[in-house]
């Protein structure tokens, strides 16, 4: 069932049940308060009578008819007079003699004046007062019994106009409802209608919904999934591009050599240079085909975090890159790795080793690089950092320095190896452990890449 269709039900039936609420207790109250004045009515009329009937009682029994008789007509209502014990001593219709057996339910009322309502089924309603003839006195009781059916007939009438009351407004209120209903779905509705829309061809999504409420939080979270799906699909195209172009290169020139190789059989040290071209030929495109198996690999597999300590990271980059370091005069620097952080080991390696051999690749000889691992200055637990006196990175570059296969002009000339994958590849692992990745560096002067630990 749809969500508007269900919120309309549930709006109605909480409709019904507070209406039916609502006239339960209108109904209840106005009920109770119709028979309490019609009983102190009557009792405030029948004391009236009483004042009078006690003062023939028992010395001039015989005037008692006569007042009997005329307040019963005054009342309109039938009187019985009873002894102290209840016993039948006059009746207004003479229709029962002295002393007549009584089983009426008011005869068994503790208190005195009471009253009650019977339905019987050949007067209709029926109501019974009973009063005292004498507070002081035991002297008897004055039974009023008056047919109330009037009173019925008024209960029933309210009751018939609070029940059309309610339903005319139960019925506007389920127009109400619905409309709520479909105010509160309405921007839903759209919401999945612009969904509908995207395409591969044409991913946009915009709602236009100005009031700050979680549908506006959902229509702006899948405007971001749906910007960074466009980008991430861009970066995929663009990712295919580089990488195709990327081979082409040494693909195209390896071919010319191996055309021109037959031509140059006789000159021995252009065929040895030929050899040597097609060899740096394919190590640029193993290196390539590695990477790029990384950068794929790496995404499938799942982290393993592990306990990784400065003194551990300080041993595998000085058996990697001491010898490097050494060729080149360059100072290895490691600085307070004391420190230990949770990642998983071959990948933060791997990261590390891309940015040692950045340093060392684009520094001068008898240059210094450093590496260090400390506790984080501001937010993050601990913080990596490759620094160097190198060449730098001039401003207008660092943006683009962790696209895939990206090489700045100065790069290029100064080292013919590399592929540009390898920052791409440190960036990838910085994501997966939800590090920050910061670039600091100068033209000329030097770059710091730093990696800090959440
Ligand atoms: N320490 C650094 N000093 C100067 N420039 C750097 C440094 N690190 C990276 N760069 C610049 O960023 C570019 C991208 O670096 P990246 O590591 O991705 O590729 P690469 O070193 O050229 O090749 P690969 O690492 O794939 O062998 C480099 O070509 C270079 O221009
Ligand atoms: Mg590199």
Avoid at 204 to 216: G, H, L, N, P, T
Avoid at 235 to 261: C, D, G, W, Y
Wanted: include cysteine; charge should be negative.
């Amino acid at each position: 069932m749809k969500l508007r269709f269900r919120l309309w039900l549930t709006f109605s039936l909480l409709v019904v049940i507070i209406c039916t609420v609502i006239y339960i207790g209108i109904i209840n109250v106005y009920e109770a308060r119709t028979m309490e004045s019609q009983k102190q009515l009557v009792i405030s009329q029948g004391y009236g009578a009483v004042d009078k009937i006690r003062g023939t009682l028992p010395r001039a029994a015989d005037r008692t008819d006569g007042y009997l008789s005329f307040y019963s007509d005054q009342l309109n209502s039938r009187l019985l007079i009873l002894n102290h014990e209840k016993q039948l001593w006059f009746d207004s219709a003479k229709q029962l003699q002295p002393g007549a057996p009584l089983s009426l339910a008011i005869l068994n009322e503790g208190e005195v004046p009471a009253g009650l309502f019977i339905p019987t089924s050949s007067y209709g309603y029926v109501q019974y007062t009973l009063l005292p003839l004498d507070e002081a006195v035991d002297l008897g009781y004055l039974l009023i019994i008056n047919n109330v059916d009037y009173l019925y007939e008024d209960i029933f009438s309210f009751r018939l106009q609070v029940i059309f009351i309610m339903m005319a407004s139960v019925f506007a209120f389920f127009f109400l409802c619905y409309g709520i209903a479909s105010w509160f779905t309405g921007p839903i509705n759209t919401i999945i209608q612009q969904m509908k829309r995207i395409t591969p061809q044409r991913r946009a999504f915009k709602v236009a919904y100005s009031r700050k409420d979680e549908i506006r939080e959902l229509a702006t979270e899948i405007e971001h999934m749906v910007r960074q799906l466009n980008r991430y699909d861009q970066r995929q195209q663009q990712f295919l591009s580089s990488t195709s172009h990327e081979l082409k290169t040494p693909l195209a020139t390896m071919q010319l050599i191996v055309e021109n190789l037959p031509h140059v059989r006789e000159d021995s040290s252009t065929h040895h240079d030929f050899l040597s071209d097609l060899s740096v030929q394919i190590n640029k495109m193993r290196r390539i085909v590695d990477n790029l198996m990384d950068v794929n690999r790496m995404a499938e597999k799942p982290l393993e975090k592990q306990r990784l300590s400065g003194k551990d990271l300080e041993k595998h980059i000085r058996e990697h890159f001491q010898w490097i370091a050494e060729e080149k005069l360059i100072e290895l620097n490691f600085l307070g790795l004391d420190t230990t952080i949770e990642a998983d080991r071959d990948l933060f390696l791997r990261a590390a080793d891309n940015l040692v051999s950045n340093a060392l690749r684009y520094s001068d000889t008898k240059g210094r690089v450093t590496i260090s691992l400390l506790p984080a200055s501001g937010n993050g637990s601990a913080e990596f950092a490759v620094c160097d006196d190198g060449i730098g990175i001039p401003e207008e570059e660092l943006p683009h320095i962790f696209e895939p296969f990206y090489r700045s002009n100065e790069a290029s000339s100064w080292n013919q190896e590399g592929s540009g994958l390898g920052l791409t590849i440190v960036k990838q692992i910085a994501d997966m452990h939800e590090c920050r990745l910061l670039v600091e560096s100068q033209s000329g002067k030097g770059t710091c890449v730093k990696l800090i630990f959440p």
